[in-house]
């Protein structure tokens, strides 16, 4: 839709194709933006969509527990999506939504468990470095640490 400023939901028809192709031009800025998703078919895969966007930004597997692989994520809301019923965290159904379940998930500081039977996904944080700071301090006006450099 020409002129429109605001998200366009497009149903996608039954059965569902196996991929989705979508060009997006901007006229202001003359440029196009284009890109694809295969919507999901396998009852193991688990696809996260950003909240605010609606961009795929991974997907998972459900697996064994210990399997070891995490989906690393940045903090924020997401839209968690498969093919087949799962729960949630903290033991939130996933709710359906046509031929997919979905649930919205918050990743803070903390990873998080979804569960298909015995089997589980985890998404996580994306990890940020530890700084540890050493040396003489001092307390600037507002009370706030300041640590003094040795040059």
Same mark, same amino acid.
């Given at each position: 839709?020409? *002129?429109?400023?605001? !998200?366009?939901?497009? !149903?996608? !028809?039954?059965?569902? !194709?196996?991929?989705?192709?979508?060009?997006?031009?901007?006229?202001?800025?003359?440029?196009?933006?284009?890109?694809?998703?295969?919507?999901?078919?396998?009852?193991?895969?688990?696809?996260?969509?950003? @909240?605010?966007?609606?961009?795929? #930004?991974?997907?998972?597997? +459900?697996?064994?527990?210990?399997?070891?692989?995490?989906?690393?994520?940045?903090?924020?809301?997401?839209?968690?999506?498969?093919?087949?019923? +799962?729960?949630?965290?903290? *033991?939130?159904? %996933?709710? &359906?939504?046509?031929?997919?379940?979905?649930? &919205? #998930?918050?990743?803070?500081?903390?990873? /998080?468990? +979804? @569960?298909?039977? %015995?089997?589980?996904?985890?998404?996580?944080? /994306?990890?940020?470095?530890?700084?540890?700071?050493? *040396?003489?301090?001092?307390?600037?006006?507002? *009370?706030?640490?300041? +640590?003094?450099?040795?040059?």
């Amino acid at each position: 839709m020409i *002129g429109e400023a605001q !998200p366009l939901v497009v !149903p996608l !028809p039954e059965p569902w !194709p196996t991929t989705v192709q979508w060009t997006l031009t901007k006229l202001g800025a003359r440029t196009r933006e284009t890109g694809g998703v295969e919507p999901p078919t396998d009852p193991s895969e688990l696809l996260v969509f950003a @909240a605010s966007t609606g961009r795929l #930004v991974g997907r998972t597997r +459900f697996e064994p527990e210990g399997s070891g692989r995490t989906l690393r994520l940045g903090r924020g809301e997401y839209e968690a999506v498969a093919t087949g019923r +799962f729960v949630g965290p903290e *033991g939130l159904e %996933a709710l &359906r939504m046509g031929p997919l379940w979905s649930t &919205r #998930v918050r990743i803070t500081d903390a990873p /998080v468990e +979804f @569960a298909r039977a %015995a089997l589980q996904a985890t998404v996580a944080p /994306v990890q940020r470095p530890e700084l540890e700071l050493s *040396g003489i301090t001092l307390r600037d006006l507002h *009370g706030a640490t300041i +640590f003094a450099d040795r040059r």
